[in-house]
Nanobody, 114 residues
Framework: VQLQASGGGLVQAGGSLRLSCAAS????????MSWYRQAPGKQREFVAA???????SYLDSVKGRFIISRDNAKNMVYLQMSSLKPEDTAVYYC?????????WGKGTLVTVSS
């Protein structure tokens, strides 16, 4: 198993969750690590990414609320989610990628109640 996401759950609107992604198979420091999500009945969408140089990018609707980070020593990636909204409800997936290589983990479900 290359990637294992965890930390999802049920939270009220306005609450916070931290998702974790444990990576195996190779040193993540050379990979772009990212989070995607898929809401019921919708296509999977990009949420956040962090490059090997720790440059970050975000979906506009999560900017200022979500923070992606990485710990290369632990082969871990995190997504700190705050001020959660019902529209953030989705299965969240971790992705590890670089030229010629692309790995996805099983998702973790985040449900935000109103």
């Amino acid at each position: 198993v290359q990637l294992q996401a965890s930390g999802g759950g049920l939270v009220q609107a306005g609450g916070s969750l931290r998702l974790s992604c444990a990576a195996s198979g190779s040193d993540i420091s050379i990979f772009v690590m990212s989070w995607y999500r898929q809401a019921p009945g919708k296509q999977r969408e990009f949420v956040a990414a962090i490059s090997s140089a720790s440059t970050t990018s975000y979906l506009d609707s999560v900017k200022g609320r979500f923070i992606i980070s990485r710990d290369n020593a632990k082969n871990m990636v995190y997504l700190q989610m705050s001020s959660l909204k019902p529209e953030d409800t989705a299965v969240y997936y971790c992705r590890k990628s670089r030229a010629g290589m692309d790995y996805w983990g099983k998702g973790t479900l985040v449900t935000v109640s109103s």
